[in-house]
């Protein structure tokens, strides 16, 4: 089971930029699918980014589709969400996981991290 740790989150402007980073240890980080989710306050976790064990092939959640984008780093054991454009809406705590593979928006792992909080004023 992989272990991971969400950070870069922050507050910022609407319209503003922000880097988060997951950084993950155990077993052959570059064999999992990654993803990004979030959960906005008062309501429960949802899909954002996935993204293939090589860093090819790149999907989103059509709310964040051509504002985000998610990359890794293998080298890093990293997972990064590139957030351009942000809405008040992007506002949420967000994780990271490994990705189902029959499932693609669905997280694989049953463990969580702290999650890094995005808050996004108007």
């Known amino acids: 089971q992989v272990q991971l740790a969400e950070s870069g989150g922050g507050s910022v402007q609407a319209g503003g930029s922000l880097r988060l980073s997951c950084s993950a240890s155990?077993?052959?980080?570059?064999?999992?699918?990654m993803g990004w989710f979030r959960q906005p306050p008062g309501k429960g976790r949802e899909f954002v980014a996935g993204?293939?064990?090589?860093?090819?092939?790149?999907y989103y959640a059509d709310s964040v589709k051509g504002r985000f984008t998610i990359s890794r780093d293998n080298a890093k054991s990293t997972v990064y969400l590139q957030m351009n454009s942000v809405k008040p809406e992007d506002t949420a705590v967000y994780y990271c996981?490994?990705?189902?593979?029959?499932?693609?928006?669905?997280?694989?792992?049953?463990?969580w991290g702290q999650g890094t909080q995005v808050t996004v004023s108007s």
């Open positions: 996981n490994t990705m189902s593979i029959l499932y693609p928006t669905r997280a694989s792992g049953s463990k």
């Open positions: 155990g077993r052959s980080f570059s064999d999992y699918r």
């Open positions: 993204i293939s064990e090589s860093g090819g092939s790149p």
